[in-house]
């Protein structure tokens, strides 16, 4: 049973003809892609903007019409994974290195879709290491910085050389293990000079769509 599966497709059954569609990143976001690439096929009339662009190719190969962002106006739904969520709808994305995309797509939408298996629900954010997005220049000012704030940071690596986001920055994962207060962190991550944003998603999400390992699916809206 695959359970990512099982939520993106739930997901997708919110997408209608005529949606202007944000399309997320990661294993589970990909088989929300793929499905609306299978109703593409079989008619469906939408149109869309990735998140990144591994996300963009797949939606390109599927036939999934990419609109260029200046052409596309505001999004009606925007279907994405996430690491963490906990009980209020907060999030830890950016475990595939696309947060600053999701967050520009995530707050230009209408409604933001959360799909992921039942394991990604948390009581308090923070097991899964915070992913921050820092420039390249003097990064290892930016590194100190973040050591000061008390964020434990680790550059992510690619082989032996500093992972590259698609903005061409880096990552400094941020081991943090429990977030007291998840708005007043992303505040403070986002005022430091060379922090691009990071991996916080505070009251963004407005339905989690969790498969359980049993297969069934937990629902939950925003009030
Ligand atoms: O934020 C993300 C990418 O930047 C992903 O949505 C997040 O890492 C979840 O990925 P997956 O569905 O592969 O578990």
Same mark, same amino acid.
């Given at each position: 049973?695959?359970?990512?599966?099982?939520?993106?497709? &739930?997901? *997708? #059954?919110?997408?209608?003809? $005529?949606?202007?569609?944000?399309?997320?990143?990661?294993?589970?976001?990909?088989?929300?892609?793929?499905?609306?690439?299978?109703? !593409?096929?079989? $008619?469906?009339?939408?149109?869309? /903007?990735?998140?990144?662009? *591994?996300?963009?190719?797949?939606? &390109?190969?599927?036939?999934? @019409?990419? %609109?260029?962002?200046?052409? %596309?106006?505001?999004?009606? %739904?925007?279907?994405?994974?996430?690491?963490? !969520?906990?009980?209020?709808?907060?999030?830890?994305?950016?475990?595939?290195?696309?947060?600053?995309? #999701?967050?520009? /797509?995530?707050?230009?939408?209408?409604?933001?879709?959360?799909? *992921?298996? $039942?394991?990604?629900?948390?009581?308090?954010?923070?097991?899964?290491?915070? @992913?921050?997005? =820092?420039? @390249?220049?003097?990064?290892?000012?930016?590194?100190?910085?973040?050591?000061?704030? $008390?964020?434990?940071?680790?550059?992510?690596?690619?082989?032996?050389?500093?992972?590259?986001?698609?903005?061409?920055?880096?990552?400094?994962?941020?081991?943090?293990?429990?977030?007291?207060?998840?708005?007043?962190?992303? !505040?403070?991550?986002?005022?430091? @000079?060379?922090? !691009?944003?990071?991996?916080?998603? =505070?009251?963004?999400?407005?339905? =989690?769509?969790?498969?359980?390992?049993?297969?069934?699916?937990?629902?939950?809206? &925003?009030?």
């Amino acid at each position: 049973m695959n359970l990512k599966k099982i939520a993106a497709e &739930r997901a *997708a #059954e919110y997408i209608k003809d $005529g949606m202007k569609v944000g399309l997320g990143t990661g294993s589970t976001a990909y088989f929300a892609i793929c499905r609306l690439g299978e109703r !593409v096929r079989d $008619g469906l009339q939408i149109q869309a /903007v990735a998140t990144s662009e *591994a996300s963009d190719k797949l939606a &390109r190969e599927w036939g999934i @019409p990419i %609109i260029p962002f200046d052409q %596309i106006g505001r999004l009606d %739904i925007t279907i994405d994974g996430a690491d963490e !969520v906990d009980p209020d709808f907060n999030l830890i994305k950016g475990g595939g290195g696309a947060l600053l995309r #999701e967050k520009i /797509v995530a707050a230009n939408s209408d409604k933001l879709i959360i799909v *992921a298996d $039942g394991s990604k629900a948390v009581q308090q954010l923070g097991q899964f290491p915070l @992913p921050v997005e =820092v420039v @390249p220049f003097a990064s290892e000012w930016t590194f100190q910085a973040l050591e000061n704030l $008390g964020c434990r940071p680790k550059w992510r690596m690619n082989g032996d050389e500093r992972y590259l986001t698609d903005n061409g920055n880096l990552i400094a994962d941020c081991q943090m293990e429990a977030i007291e207060n998840a708005a007043e962190l992303n !505040v403070k991550l986002n005022m430091l @000079p060379g922090v !691009v944003d990071n991996g916080l998603f =505070v009251d963004m999400a407005d339905t =989690v769509i969790l498969a359980k390992d049993d297969g069934s699916i937990d629902e939950r809206h &925003r009030s």
